[in-house]
């Protein structure tokens, strides 16, 4: 099929503020706009971050339009005196700055009606470039602004994150599809989740499959790997659906179930979704992994459907009292063993009276860690009273990763269970 | 005292990846970079994002070495295709990539060390601009490299969090230190975590504090809230730290309990040392926090000293069965009571033989809540078999924010328990 070539809208974003460069703030507004701009088939092809700096702010704005077609400035229209987004963007394209009479009416209404000390500071927002298209705030004092110039715009917005949700939804995003009519694109996109391969071999399993028309990228999220898959089509958002669903089919084909959930679908979320669709209830008994994946199954809501209870059985002496482990077994096997975890993991579920039984046991460091057994020795047990699965998984990473991992190796095992796919070797 | 004046060394940060021009991921390798220069008294003028793009790349390289003395790359330089920072920034020198055998080593080593299966790509990751300083990396298999020219230097490091914090530490400052000696000041720095004020409670709390030298930030970090101090003295490290030690002792002194950890404590790491220094033993219930309580604990190297059991006891049943708690307490005063939250206490203690029990009742929503116990409603109690402590929290938030500020407030209650300060309502 051939894709009609349409030149993506290129959009350069400024944020202004000193307390983005000494790192007080995390920048959030860049990665809102991106998400926006994206939905619309529009790529951000550079950000930037400056401080409250005349020089720095022209600076990047000359920079961000020597590169794209649209420039957004976010921060620095409030009141006080470090506030000098305006001056400076006026200054960049050798305007007057002049008050706006419907504006400063805004602004002095807003005062009015909720009983606020008007200061003559506050008329410092009604101030904008000559010629500026003034941007609605819904929810605040400081409007924002647009300039256009040789078909290029820059829009500049307050930097308050509520007030930048507003503003793009209702002002910007209605602004720049006027501007740039022809630059929307339909766009298909889809996150593929897997664990259990490295991000390389990911890459290498994929990388003959045909991606004509389609776009790959690779996300290490410890410790999974995501997988985004994007196909963009200038003319027909069902032939990108399509073309993306292809492309889908044979990349789940070769990763089979290393891939367990896709764009906003958690790990916890799936496998709770499978156990209340059977009506099945879980009981965990966890030694190495401390509550963790108690932790993530109680993360979705609902939880109490299915499970009944978590034992976090640190010591022998629960192991024994709480889930029946034979003292023998402990003795002779050892607390990290596969004797062990499959005996927790029948004991929690003969107890608990519960259809499955999902336990851990091992050494998650830095110490307790022996040559025959070293740190990231972990035994994973489900069983459903008839049959008991049980994997051993050699770890290395740190204590917080080695539990986080082993967390991730149990309820895939459980999900696999769940899906009919016999729990494998998880490497 | 007069300070002497020394001109701030000027940064720019570089960082690459499609995944941040989508909005797909929230950069924060910038403001952590950014903290991290501060605090050596530097200065961040300019951070860029731009997409794993050669051009981009070497444009953005260019515009932050026009602006400033030193510039850090973070992000593509993992195994696959998209990965492409190394090649921009050697194309950007004019320098030809060569394989440096150490670094080669270093990789395979890895691989072979933890059985993974060795693909030709990770090979990729031995491969440098000629005549880079490669920067070691300790915790994962792509190096960093720099290149110096014209009293100038760019750094390249991976994009991985956790990598780019161990990297930064271990290899970037000193390095930076090393070329830029002139640029460096005396620092001292303190970091106060709070919890149980909101933000601008804090701030309100030490407006009036004399902090002349000092600087303040202030840095919520859900549940907490963080304060950094700060002393610069461009000759006298001896008088930064006892300047800022009298501040530290005012803030202190006015937030009282409030104030839990320092630097790089946690609170689960904090109340664990004082578990072991006092020899207690302690238990857990879990009913709303789901096992996070329990998964904190054990985020502790050498937790089985102190924890012997945690319990989620999701189900009634499992709260009648193993902790003993009464039916008839379920039946009038509801799961989610004082009288069930002190009943679940005193079982776990008394079933695994502990100093103390510790346990939470609460609904964390989204469903399950009513007029006379809406959701976000938690009761968490802590016995020692002689005094009993019982507190009820109201929080709004959503299910997982319910969950960690419950597992918070029980882990404060705990450590002031410990530390001889009687547990108090914390708002």
Chains 1, 2 share one sequence.
């Not at 924002?144 to 949700?165: D, Q």
């Not at 069902?238 to 492309?247: F, N």
Request: charged share 20%; net charge neutral.
């Amino acid at each position: 099929m051939a894709m009609e070539e349409i030149k993506s809208l290129q959009i350069g974003i400024v944020t202004v503020g000193n307390e983005l460069m000494s790192g007080r703030i995390q920048d959030t507004n860049t990665s809102f706009l991106a998400r926006q701009f994206q939905w619309q088939g529009w790529q951000v092809a550079v950000s930037l971050a400056v401080g409250d700096d005349e020089e720095m702010i022209a600076r990047a704005l000359a920079f961000c339009l020597s590169q794209t077609e649209a420039v957004i400035v976010t921060g620095g229209l409030g009141p006080t005196a470090d506030d000098i987004t305006t001056a400076a963007v006026a200054r960049a394209f050798q305007l007057p700055l002049v008050t706006d009479a419907g504006a400063l009416r805004h602004i002095r209404g807003i005062f009015s009606r909720y009983g606020l000390k008007w200061t003559d500071n506050n008329a410092k927002q009604a101030v904008f470039p000559q010629g500026a298209e003034i941007i609605a705030n819904p929810v605040g004092t400081a409007p924002g602004f647009a300039l256009r110039r040789e078909g290029r715009i820059v829009a500049v917005i307050p930097g308050v994150p509520a007030e930048v949700e507003r503003i793009t939804t209702e002002g910007l995003l209605p602004l720049l599809r006027r501007v740039f009519p022809g630059a929307s694109r339909h766009l298909a996109v889809r996150t593929l989740k897997t664990f259990g391969l490295s991000e390389a071999a990911v890459d290498q399993a994929v990388a003959d499959v045909d991606l004509s028309g389609a776009e790959i990228g690779f996300y290490p999220r410890f410790p999974e790997n995501h997988i985004v898959l994007s196909v963009r089509d200038g003319r027909d958002e069902a032939a990108a659906r399509a073309r993306l669903a292809v492309v889908e089919e044979e990349i789940c084909r070769r990763l089979g179930t290393h891939v367990f959930a896709r764009d906003e679908e958690t790990l916890e979320g799936v496998t709770a979704a499978l156990l209340r669709e059977q009506g099945r209830t879980i009981a965990v008994a966890e030694s190495c992994t401390g509550g963790l994946i108690t932790d993530r199954l109680t993360d979705v809501p609902g939880s109490s459907a299915y499970l009944e209870r978590g034992l976090v059985t640190y010591s022998n002496r629960s192991k024994v009292e709480l889930l029946g482990v034979p003292v023998t077994v402990l003795e002779t096997s050892g607390a990290v063993s596969e004797e062990t975890a499959c005996a927790m993991a029948a004991g929690v579920r003969d107890r608990a009276g519960t259809d499955l039984g999902l336990a851990t046991t091992g050494i998650a460091g830095p110490d307790g860690g022996s040559e025959a057994k070293p740190v990231g020795t972990v035994y994973i047990a489900l069983t459903d009273g008839v049959e008991t699965y049980c994997r051993k998984f050699s770890y290395r990473w740190n204590r917080r990763r080695i539990k986080v991992i082993a967390s991730q190796a149990a309820l895939l095992m459980l999900k696999r269970y769940l899906a009919g796919e016999p729990p494998a070797k998880i490497p």
